[in-house]
C-alpha cells in the first residue's frame, strides 16, 4: 500500500533524526540560563564528560572565557591571562579531577550577563602552561539574568494564631550563591533560634528559608512580624505580616449564665417551699378559728331557740 510505504519511511526517517548520536566526543553540561543578583555571588553548575580513558587531574586546565571571543578569559588556572574586568572575581569551585567544571563568580556587575563558555586543556606536563591538546564547548554557554534587586521574600505561616499555642511561620527566598547563603533576620527576639532549610530547585536555583516557632501572648495581637533576608554583597528584602490573635479557648461565657440560672432558680425554689409552709399553717389557723367560729354561732343559736 502507497499510505503504508509512505508511513515507514517517515518512521524510520524520524527514528535516524532522534536516535542518540553515539559519540566519544568531550561533553559538558552548563546551565543554560540563570539569574544572578548584581553585588552577590553567582554559581554556575557544570559538569564534563570526556571518552574512556581517565585523564590525569593534575594536567587537566579550566578555563571559562567570553563566547563571542575565545581568548577573552574570565576564569583561568594562570589569572594573569584573565580579563581585568574579572580578576580575583571568579573561581573553579568544581573539582576537574571529578569532572566538574562549576564556576564561582562574585561581586556580580551590571555587564556580568555573558554568554560564558567553558574549556579544557589538556597540558603536556603537570608543570607545563603550554597544552598538547585542547577541547572546547562552546555549545554549552551560560547566559546570566542580572538582577538589580532581590525578591521579596514569601511568608508562609499556621492558619491561625492561638494565645499560648506555637505558632510557625516561613520565610523563603530563592537564590543562585549557594557559595554564600542569604542571612535571615526576624523582628521578634524572644524566640528560639529560627531553623534553616537550604535546597536546590533546578539547575542552579536554590531556595533558603528559615522557620519561626513562638508561642504568641495576648499583648502580640495586632503586632507585626517582618522577616529580612541580606544577601551576600549586602542587598536586602524584607516581607511583614500582622498577628491577628485569637483568644485561649475558655467556657466563661456558657459556664456564667448557666451558674446564674441555676443560683437563681435554687433561691426561688426555697423562697417558694418557705412561703408555702409560712401559708399553709395561715390556712390551717384559719381553718381552725372558722371552726370554732361556727362551732361557737351554733351553740349561741341553740341557746335562743331554747
Ligand atoms: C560540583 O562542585 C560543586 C561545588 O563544590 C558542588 O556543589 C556540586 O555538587 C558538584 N557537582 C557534582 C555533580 O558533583
Not at 64 to 89: C, E, G, M, P
Not at 258 to 272: H, M, N, Q, R
Not at 282 to 293: A, C, P, V
Request: hydrophobic share 35%.
Amino acid at each position: 500500500m502507497d499510505k503504508d510505504r509512505k508511513t515507514v519511511i517517515l518512521c524510520l526517517l524520524l527514528s535516524a533524526i532522534c536516535s542518540p548520536v553515539v559519540s566519544e566526543d568531550w561533553k559538558a553540561t552548563v546551565v543554560k540560563r540563570l539569574d544572578a543578583l548584581v553585588t552577590s555571588c553567582v554559581v554556575v553548575p557544570c559538569s564534563f564528560s570526556h571518552p574512556k580513558e581517565k585523564l590525569p587531574a593534575s594536567r587537566l586546565r579550566g578555563i571559562w572565557h567570553r563566547k563571542s571571543q575565545w581568548n577573552q578569559l574570565i576564569y583561568a588556572s594562570d589569572d594573569t591571562t584573565v580579563l581585568d574586568s574579572f580578576k580575583d572575581r571568579t573561581q573553579m569551585l568544581g573539582n576537574l579531577g571529578q569532572d566538574n567544571c562549576t564556576l564561582e563568580i562574585t561581586d556580580v556587575k551590571n555587564h556580568d550577563n555573558g554568554a560564558f563558555c567553558f574549556r579544557i586543556e589538556l597540558a603536556r606536563t603537570e608543570t607545563d602552561k603550554a597544552t598538547k591538546d585542547k577541547f572546547s564547548f562552546v555549545e554549552d554557554c551560560v547566559e546570566l539574568d542580572m538582577l538589580s534587586e532581590p525578591a521579596k521574600p514569601s511568608l508562609v505561616h499556621s492558619p491561625t494564631a492561638t494565645e499560648g499555642r506555637p505558632y510557625v511561620v516561613t520565610c523563603t527566598v530563592t537564590h543562585t550563591c549557594p557559595s554564600h547563603v542569604p542571612k535571615f533576620t526576624w523582628s521578634r527576639s524572644n524566640t528560639d533560634r529560627p531553623t534553616e532549610v537550604h535546597r536546590l530547585i533546578h539547575n542552579g536555583l536554590w531556595e533558603a528559608q528559615s522557620i519561626l516557632t513562638f508561642i504568641p501572648q495576648a499583648m502580640d495581637d495586632h503586632s507585626e512580624l517582618t522577616c529580612t533576608a541580606v544577601f551576600n554583597g549586602q542587598k536586602t528584602t524584607s516581607a511583614t505580616l500582622k498577628l491577628f490573635l485569637k483568644r485561649a479557648e475558655n467556657y466563661n461565657h456558657i459556664i456564667i449564665p448557666v451558674a446564674v440560672g441555676i443560683g437563681t432558680a435554687v433561691i426561688f425554689g426555697v423562697l417558694c417551699i418557705f412561703m408555702v409552709k409560712k401559708y399553709k399553717k395561715r390556712i390551717i389557723e384559719l381553718q381552725n378559728q372558722e371552726g370554732s367560729m361556727w362551732h361557737r354561732l351554733s351553740r349561741m343559736s341553740r341557746r335562743n331557740r331554747s
